[in-house]
């Protein structure tokens, strides 16, 4: 067991949040925005990383488990900092 597969303390990046629930979350609803969210991001570049971690975020409810709060957390400190510099879903466009 190698220490990164169980660190669940860690931040996580969007795009590894991203990558966490294609690959582990049961919900496929939310599978399938995280892999809409990476390809939105390939295609458009970091400024739509606001708006695609909220989606993939509201899209989580009801994954349950220590790397669910991982993700659920990392997303929500990067929309926290998003909102401050205003970049945020609903910050200053």
């Given at each position: ?47 739509v ?45």
């Open positions: 067991m190698s220490g990164e597969e169980r660190d669940y303390e860690r931040t996580l990046g969007v795009i590894e949040c991203f990558k966490a629930v294609t690959d582990q979350c049961p919900k496929g609803p939310a599978r399938v925005l995280a892999e809409a969210a990476l390809a939105a991001v390939e295609r458009d570049g970091a400024s990383l606001p708006a695609q971690a909220y989606l993939v975020l509201s899209a989580l409810r009801g994954w349950q488990g220590e790397r669910a709060q991982q993700v659920h957390r990392s997303l929500q400190a990067f929309l926290e900092t998003s909102a401050t510099k205003g970049s945020g879903p609903g910050g200053a466009r």
